[in-house]
């Protein structure tokens, strides 16, 4: 079981159908979201510039991605998040849960070695059976 998800969607009902799909699997302890790339990458720098020394911040282990998104999509998301300024979490690997399935970002997401698989909306318990097989 992972310690932490961090699931990154604009869309409130796969946000929580996700959460809901996940939490019922025990795949994860802990599910936190973002609405957009840009209030992730907020996430992150939180984690970054208040960590203490003394208490250890979870990190989440892997994020769930839309590519589509106001503010902040998905692509420039990872753009930012595999810049050295957020290599610290790069251990943290990404599934693109997308409701495209579009050839072209098929390519693309070959581009990011953080990207371990590109999988088509919604979150189901099967597909949570595959990663556990593929990540764990």
Not at 57 to 67: A, G, Q
Not at 86 to 103: G, M
Request: contains cysteine.
């Amino acid at each position: 079981m992972l310690e932490q998800i961090l699931c990154i969607d604009d869309d409130p009902i796969t946000l929580m159908l996700c959460k809901k799909v996940i939490l019922k699997s025990s795949f994860s302890r802990e599910i936190i979201t973002a609405q957009n790339g840009e209030e992730a990458l907020h996430h992150f720098n939180t984690l970054k510039y208040t960590n203490n020394k003394n208490k250890v911040s979870k990190k989440p282990e892997l994020i769930f991605l839309d590519l589509n998104m106001p503010v902040m999509g998905g692509w420039e998301f990872l753009d930012h998040f595999t810049s050295d300024a957020y290599a610290e979490f790069n251990s943290a690997k990404v599934i693109v849960l997308s409701s495209t399935i579009d050839p072209e970002d098929l390519m693309k997401a070959k581009k990011y070695p953080i990207i371990i698989d590109f999988l088509s909306k919604p979150i189901t318990q099967a597909m949570l059976e595959y990663l556990k097989k593929k990540i764990m």
